[in-house]
């Protein structure tokens, strides 16, 4: 999900703590820019969130 025109990367992880949730991250240019600030409970949901997040940032709603 990284080119010129989108320089934001979504990264999914799956959380040790609680076991079975998700979290999301995006980096701009390969550095962290945001994170998750709630936990999903399947990795389709948090990858749906961190899309989200991206379209926000793409529309200018990035602050």
Do not use: V
Request: aromatic share 6%; charged share 25%.
């Amino acid at each position: 999900m990284s080119n010129t025109a989108n320089p934001y990367t979504l990264e999914i992880a799956a959380c040790e703590r609680p076991a079975g949730h998700f979290t999301w991250a995006i980096r701009r240019h390969g550095k962290l820019f945001q994170r998750a600030d709630r936990l999903q409970t399947t990795e389709e949901a948090a990858e749906r969130s961190g899309l989200a997040a991206i379209e926000k940032l793409l529309n200018g709603h990035d602050r």
